[in-house]
């Protein structure tokens, strides 16, 4: 029978196959194994005589520790898939085998594959499987961030670059290769993430770096914003990132020759102290990132514990403050998008916490389940007053229905008649800030 081939290789990988051992010993393949790589094997399984039995792949080696790398319940007449790998500490040679003592007389096993990554294809590995998962479920994706302008946060080899021009090559060639993969995928791009407290590129390529960089990925995904990403740009009244500066950067990079067309796109990180927001100067510096028109996103929100952990209510003082700041955010009518810096304590976050090492929602998640609910559209079904209206063409029923506030969004509007069971009509209907204060739906049924 032919089976299917278990890995697929993409560019870049290398594939070793390994033969099944035809003999009366277990089944065994001696391979070498290079230190810091990560290897995923396969093989489709058979028992022979057997009816079910647990078998595994292991690994041994003389410099090298056993363990197991995989294991499946094969069955005697049908084939199971076993998948699993190893990370090995150490550059040998290692025999990978059946374990439970099975000699290749009581089991069948083929297409092996034990397959190479390094670390940055592993990493992309990863990338692919969340962009499907991503697109799977219609999650938005903002991409952050194309370049960074602090030179702290260079990979190692860019730093060493010192001739403008191959730091250029280099940068064109990042952003079109990470741009061009993702064009129409994401709702929006971190051009240049904190081109205002730092200035790599443009030490490097010139004053101009930035809009040269912006006007580039325009025309490579022209289509969604292209936005700057700062600090300190909500939560204090002065500094390098004040609203004043984010404007005045985003007006200069669209003003540069050629980029007029550029849709911009204002991002404020929001890193709050555990103090009293000042809402206020919040509301004020978000007016002023907002006067241009493009839309601003809070991309970064959180807070520490405050010192004085003193409860409100039945809340701590932190959850106050940042449900204070939330509101006041998705209030704005500039204000487009609202990204938490935040998560379960078990990936690392150690400020906003939204669920502890079990799991289970802390105050903070509490809160954010709180307000997604709050501020999400309900279902809701709005009956129709009707009255008869007379001319001199023709009798027609015209119906008025209240007024309905909606948020803003994409929504699905069904009509349905009750007297009249099978007889429908539905329509999309987008509400947006600049749809206006009132909209009038007016729809005909002709019966």
């Known amino acids: 029978m032919e089976l299917p081939q278990t890995i697929n290789t993409g560019e870049g990988f290398q594939e070793l196959k390994i033969k099944e051992n035809k003999g009366n010993g277990k089944v065994v ?24 039995r647990a078998v595994r792949i292991t690994l041994r080696g003389k410099n090298v520790r056993y363990f197991d790398g995989g294991q499946v319940m094969a069955k005697k007449g049908c084939w199971s898939l076993l998948k699993g790998g190893f ?58 961030t194309v370049l960074w302008d602090d030179k702290k946060w260079q990979p190692i080899w860019v730093k060493s670059i010192t001739d403008p021009e191959g730091l250029r090559n280099v940068t064109l060639n990042r952003i079109n290769s990470i741009m061009r993969r993702y064009k ?14 730092y200035s790599y590129y443009e030490d490097m390529l010139g004053k101009n ?14 289509n969604v914003p292209l936005f700057i990403n700062e600090y300190n740009t909500i939560e204090y009244a002065k500094g390098v990132g004040s609203p004043i500066n984010v404007k005045n950067k985003m007006e200069e990079i669209v003003s540069y020759p050629g980029n007029m067309n550029i849709k911009g796109g204002i991002g404020a990180q929001a890193h709050f102290v555990p103090a009293q927001p000042n809402l206020p100067y919040m509301r004020s510096a978000l007016d002023t990132l907002g006067s241009l028109g493009f839309p601003v996103w809070l991309t970064e929100v959180d807070m520490p514990k405050c010192p004085d952990q003193a409860s409100h209510g039945s809340v701590s003082v932190m959850v106050k403050y940042m449900e204070e700041v ?8 500039g204000v487009e998008g609202i990204i938490l810096y935040a998560g379960p304590e078990m990936s690392g976050f150690n400020k906003l916490t939204l669920a502890d090492k079990d799991f289970n929602n802390t105050e903070a998640g509490d809160l954010t389940d709180k307000l997604l609910q709050e501020w999400q559209q309900e279902p809701a079904e709005i009956p129709v007053k009707y009255h008869e209206h007379n001319d001199e063409e023709q009798s027609r029923i015209i119906g008025f229905s209240p007024e309905v506030s909606l948020l803003h969004g ?38």
């Open 326 to 333: 939330l509101r006041e955010a998705y209030s704005h009518p």
């Open 87 to 144: 990370i090995v500490n150490v550059s040998a040679p290692v025999d990978i085998s059946s374990s439970d003592g099975l000699a290749a007389a009581e089991i069948n096993v083929q297409n092996v594959r034990l397959q190479r990554f390094n670390k940055t294809q592993w990493r992309l590995q990863q990338d692919q499987v969340i962009e499907k998962l991503a697109e799977k479920n219609k999650v938005l994706v903002k991409g952050h």
């Open 209 to 222: 770096a930035s809009a040269m960089i912006y006007s580039l990925a325009s025309k490579i995904d022209p």
């Open 29 to 52: 393949e001696r391979v070498s194994l290079q230190k810091g790589n990560v290897y995923s094997i396969s093989a489709w399984i058979k028992l022979r005589n057997e009816k079910e």
């Open 184 to 197: 129409g995928r994401l709702i929006g791009w971190d051009v240049m993430n904190e081109n205002l407290h």
């Open 410 to 447: 994409h929504y699905t509007v069904i009509v349905t008649n009750p007297w009249m069971k099978n007889l429908s009509t539905s329509f999309r209907l987008e509400v947006t800030k600049e749809s206006g204060h009132l909209q009038v739906v007016q729809f005909e049924l002709d019966v």
